[in-house]
């Protein structure tokens, strides 16, 4: 209606827009001759921007706009507006996208009673609201994906990840391995030896682990428990089934200390029954190494133990049943599969079964959707007597307090760790891949954080009267041994250490635990290394100290694992702030992210497609083929194992 250029307060275009629903200003502090030509008043336009609140009413500072011929018909529907990436402009996409969305099948492969029966829109509409919705959209459910056409392309999208576990699931029905049924002997005697009963959750875990063994296919059972609920004695009496079959266990650990750990307790336990347990560490060295792969290739040793070592190609075992893998996030898809076929190689033609352990809980959604292709067992109950451990948070201006609070724990018979987050150079050999991008990525955290060599070094000049140990990823594996060693039989009474004593340290004497930084910490991380106190009949306490100016995120956290012990509900809350992707570690190598729905946000949705996924499975085989079609291209598979 107006269009002009102005000069006050400087050189301008301003422009008045009108339709029915009132008048908006366009100004433009920089533009040309042609566009002063080209919004004419009576032109018809097109236009977007962000809307303020000038000193005449509502504007657009260079809003984008679009002239409209005269006679030409306006469009009834939003304009998309899409990221844009180099060399393609906004007006490219747009084009490309239109004639994708008019050239591509977007019919239904979904049956109609199953839409009407879960409520769901149509597909081909679904994608065209999102991309060109009409001015009265629900904008605010859009943006929310909560909107309708957003529910049914998540639906789709989890339908096929649980069509696709569920057919990997039942094709390993097809494979062959050993059947091990029960053989009590063995079981009993370690049974009756052991100073404490089975909790009910474990006896069930034991229980449903045992069925799988005796089963002609392939077990893929996922174990998961809080720390300290006991899934190691239950792992103890899957690997006593396989060695009654005349089979041989590989149990597997993502470090040197938490492998130790199961070999001292594994040696413990069935030695004394006539097992044979070998070590098969990463830093063996060159003699002890070769006889230990001979007593693996001959059969002699029943038990093997060890870390990434095991599944290079150089370890042949001679008839591999079982295959344990602990902290089994941490492992990529290859290196489990590559210890799977070891069962091939060896005398055993037949695949081995394959327990995973996790002290990460799994939330029942996360599981439901990238664990589809496991049965899970779930210990979901601590062992009687353990004593609750206390959380503190403590500002790092109360760092005194904090220290003395050590020095009367250790001069009254107990034992502490003083954990810190980095060493000066990354912890190569024991790093999670996730975490090793993110320090690529933020390499001032060296700088900015004290490594655990100088806080040593403080630690023992304050605490002269005491003995302080010292275990990172750097040290050699004879040396973490030793100091592991001492700490475990009291000769040392504090141990400075990094995150590598995260999982497998287990000293009930220590009952107190100091976290430096603790802010920069995830959740699943601070709540495993809370598990290494409060394994004994003291009273333990863990001591978060943080630096203060915390941001958000930080203080939500914190708060989180101050007020929660439950491993679960920590994992549930770990979802929510973080997503799939890192509670997932290194399995997300086999299994890409969802791309539309969120796991946690849309735990409904995965509940109505993993049912849908079942009912089409067994009555409706052709919608499945076209269903995977479309979204996975022929691949048919969200896992590459």
């Given at each position: 209606t107006d269009c002009a250029v102005k000069f006050r307060p400087k050189r301008q275009l301003v422009c008045s827009v009108e339709d029915d629903s009132g008048t908006v200003v366009m100004r433009f502090l920089n533009f040309y001759g042609s566009q002063v030509r080209q919004l004419a008043v009576g032109t018809r336009v097109r236009m977007y921007g962000e809307i303020r609140q000038g000193f005449f009413g509502a504007e657009m500072v260079h809003p984008k706009y679009r002239v409209v011929a005269e006679g030409a018909p306006v469009a009834k529907q939003l304009t998309p507006v899409y990221p844009t990436t180099a060399g393609l402009s906004q007006a490219t996409l747009q084009h490309l996208i239109g004639n994708a969305l008019e050239s591509i099948d977007l019919d239904d492969t979904l049956p109609a009673e199953l839409l009407a029966q879960r409520k769901l829109a149509g597909f081909r509409d679904s994608v065209r609201y999102l991309h060109h919705p009409p001015p009265a959209a629900e904008l605010a459910l859009l943006e929310r994906r909560a909107h309708p056409a957003?529910?049914?392309?998540?639906?789709?999208?989890?339908l096929a990840q649980q069509l696709s576990m569920r057919i990997h699931y039942d094709k390993r029905k097809q494979i062959t391995a050993p059947?091990?049924?029960?053989?009590?002997?063995?079981?009993?005697?370690?049974?009756?030896a052991l100073?404490?009963?089975?909790?009910?959750?474990?006896q069930r875990a034991a229980g449903e682990i045992s069925a799988d063994l005796a089963r002609a296919y392939p077990m893929q059972r996922l174990l998961q428990g809080d720390v300290g609920s006991g899934k190691t004695i239950v792992a103890a009496l899957a690997a006593l089934q396989a060695i009654e079959n005349g089979f041989q266990v590989a149990i597997m650990a993502p470090t040197e200390i938490l492998a130790e750990q199961h070999f001292a307790k594994f040696s413990g336990w069935l030695t004394r029954l006539g097992v044979t347990v070998a070590w098969l560490g990463g830093n063996l060295a060159a003699k002890p190494k070769r006889e230990a792969l001979g007593k693996v290739a001959d059969g002699s040793a029943q038990i093997v133990i060890g870390t990434h070592?095991?599944?290079?190609?150089?370890?042949?075992?001679?008839?591999?049943?079982?295959?344990?893998?602990?902290e089994q996030h941490r492992f990529g898809v290859r290196q489990r599969l590559a210890l799977r076929q070891k069962g091939a190689k060896g005398g055993a033609r037949a695949q081995p079964h394959q327990l995973m352990m996790s002290a990460t809980p799994i939330p029942r959604t996360?599981?439901?959707?990238?664990?589809?292709?496991?049965?899970?067992?779930v210990i979901d109950e601590l062992p009687p007597g353990r004593t609750p451990i206390a959380t503190r948070l403590v500002s790092d201006a109360r760092r005194d307090e904090v220290i003395q609070r050590v020095r009367d724990a250790?001069?009254?018979?107990?034992?502490a760790y003083w954990v810190c987050p980095l060493i000066e150079e990354a912890e190569a050999d024991e790093m999670p891949v996730a975490r090793k991008k993110a320090r690529g990525r933020g390499g001032m955290d060296a700088l900015q954080l004290q490594s655990v060599i100088e806080t040593h070094e403080k630690l023992c000049a304050t605490f002269p009267e005491l003995r302080v140990g010292l275990v990172h990823g750097r040290l050699a594996a004879a040396d973490k041994a030793a100091v592991m060693q001492a700490f475990a039989t009291g000769a040392t009474q504090l141990l400075v250490a990094t995150t590598v004593i995260e999982v497998g340290v287990d000293v009930p004497n220590a009952t107190l635990m100091v976290i430096e930084n603790a802010e920069r910490m995830g959740l699943a991380q601070l709540h495993q290394l809370r598990g290494r106190v409060g394994r004994g009949a003291g009273h333990s306490t863990c001591i978060l100290l943080y630096k203060n100016a915390l941001s958000a995120l930080a203080r939500?956290?914190?708060?989180i694992i101050y007020e929660n012990t439950d491993g679960f509900e920590i994992a549930r809350e770990?979802?929510?702030?973080?997503?799939?992707?890192?509670?997932?570690?290194?399995?997300?190598?086999?299994?890409?992210?969802?791309?539309?729905?969120?796991?946690?946000?849309d735990a409904d949705i995965v509940e109505s497609a993993r049912d849908a996924a079942q009912a089409l499975l067994q009555s409706k085989p052709q919608v499945v083929e076209l269903h995977l079609q479309r979204w996975l291209g022929g691949r048919q598979n969200y896992l590459r194992v």
């Open positions: 957003w529910r049914r392309v998540k639906f789709d999208e989890l059947s091990l049924v029960p053989r009590v002997a063995l079981t009993r005697a370690l049974l009756d100073p404490f009963a089975l909790t009910k959750p474990q070592a095991l599944f290079q190609d150089n370890v042949e075992f001679s008839k591999l049943g079982l295959a344990i893998v602990d996360l599981a439901m959707s990238y664990y589809a292709d496991l049965d899970v067992s250790c001069m009254n018979g107990s034992q939500e956290r914190l708060k770990d979802l929510r702030l973080r997503g799939p992707g890192e509670l997932l570690g290194a399995r997300q190598s086999g299994v890409p992210m969802l791309r539309f729905a969120d796991v946690s946000a």
